[in-house]
């Protein structure tokens, strides 16, 4: 993906969807209109953290290009440059795949 132009605030990432796979283990293909939106994503753009009482800045923990585990309902659902993107919340992340 081209180096997008939004810059996420405070505590949000920006995630691009990573495509469900289109066959299962047997080999049978699963149509569009079967297919679940995949909870997995990579880290587009950043926010700075958010913060804490005393106003000091908690940077956040990921970085673009991570590959993340996202809770089904997680997000907000945008089209940037033409791509469908999601905003969520660093806390919205489960986990990061390695």
Known sequence: MAKTNFRPLHDRVLVKRIDAETKTKGGIIIPDSAKEKPSQGEIVAVGPGGRDEAGKLIPIDLKVGDRVLF????????????????????????????
Do not use: N, P, R
Not at 71 to 84: P, V
């Open 71 to 98: 809770g089904k309902w997680s997000g907000t659902e945008i089209k940037l440059d033409g791509e469908e993107l999601l905003i969520m919340k660093e806390s919205d992340i489960m986990g990061v795949l390695a």
